[in-house]
């Protein structure tokens, strides 16, 4: 199993940008498709957003889109997810994984024999 590394995390005010990145050391992006993910204090894991292996196709779920944007740079094995106008309640501990396939955000898990969950990044938004 791979485990991803995300970075990006941080502490910002109501209406700020975070922009995370998702890594791998010693594996290849290229071919798979990526979740993001995210889990606030208290509350289930859910996904937020996908994103194909080639980068066109995306989706987003209701409570982030129009705000959150996935990307890749498969030149540099890094995957993007660009927050802004953040929300008090987007504030979670965010994770990124290899997914089967990016079709939708419902049902949204990563790949079993693939990924395995990493330390993932805090997010923090206050007034």
């Known amino acids: 199993q791979v485990q991803l590394v995300e970075s990006g995390g941080g502490l910002v005010q109501i209406g700020g940008s975070l922009r995370l990145s998702c890594a791998a050391s010693?594996?290849?992006?290229?071919?798979?498709?990526i979740g993001w993910f995210r889990q606030a204090l208290g509350k289930e894991r859910e996904g937020v957003s996908c994103i194909s292996s080639s980068g066109d196709s995306t989706y987003y779920a209701d409570s982030v889109k129009g705000r959150f944007t996935s990307s890749r740079d498969n030149a540099e094995n890094t995957v993007y997810l660009q927050m802004d106008s953040l929300r008090r309640e987007d504030t979670a501990v965010h994770y990124c994984?290899?997914?089967?396939?990016?079709?939708?955000?419902?049902?949204?898990?990563?790949?079993?024999?693939?990924?395995?969950w990493g330390e993932g990044t805090q997010g923090t938004v206050s007034s």
């Open positions: 010693g594996f290849t992006l290229d071919y798979y498709s």
């Open positions: 994984a290899i997914i089967t396939a990016c079709l939708s955000v419902s049902g949204l898990g990563p790949n079993p024999g693939l990924s395995a």
